[in-house]
């Protein structure tokens, strides 16, 4: 985990998911991170959203920006074939919020 990930785990944080520049905008009115602010870098893999995700507090969830139908396509179709060269990252974060009972507890949509 990244610097700030280490400053905010005895306190816990709220982490902002969904389309990039809505969760930039997510993270700055809610005080949330981003998984480049948490891990101080932009490369994605789903073992660091899982340890995010783990030890968030919260987890914020924008749908702004989603493709409805797309992703209920990509969900019905794919779900486990995410890839990050596919453009399917969102999808998968979203997938994977509505699946985990424990992560889904704790998320807010907006």
Same mark, same amino acid.
């Given at each position: 985990?990244?610097?700030?990930? @280490?400053?905010?785990?005895?306190?816990?944080? !709220?982490?902002?998911?969904?389309?990039?520049?809505?969760?930039?905008?997510?993270? !700055?009115?809610?005080?949330?991170? +981003?998984?480049?602010? /948490?891990?101080? !870098?932009?490369?994605? +893999?789903?073992?660091?959203?899982?340890? /995010? @995700?783990? =030890? @968030?507090?919260? /987890?914020?969830?924008?749908?702004?920006? /989603?493709?409805? @139908?797309?992703?209920? $396509?990509?969900?019905?179709?794919?779900? =486990?074939?995410?890839?990050?060269?596919?453009? $399917?990252?969102?999808?998968?974060?979203? $997938?994977?919020?509505? +699946?985990?009972?424990?992560?889904?507890?704790?998320?807010?949509? $907006?």
């Amino acid at each position: 985990m990244g610097k700030v990930a @280490a400053e905010k785990e005895t306190n816990g944080f !709220d982490f902002a998911v969904g389309l990039s520049k809505y969760a930039l905008r997510l993270a !700055d009115e809610t005080g949330s991170f +981003t998984y480049t602010e /948490i891990m101080g !870098d932009a490369t994605f +893999t789903p073992e660091n959203i899982r340890a /995010i @995700a783990n =030890q @968030a507090k919260t /987890i914020r969830f924008t749908a702004r920006g /989603i493709n409805w @139908a797309r992703w209920g $396509h990509w969900v019905n179709t794919s779900p =486990q074939s995410w890839s990050p060269y596919l453009e $399917h990252t969102t999808n998968w974060e979203l $997938h994977q919020l509505l +699946t985990n009972a424990p992560w889904l507890s704790k998320t807010v949509f $907006h």
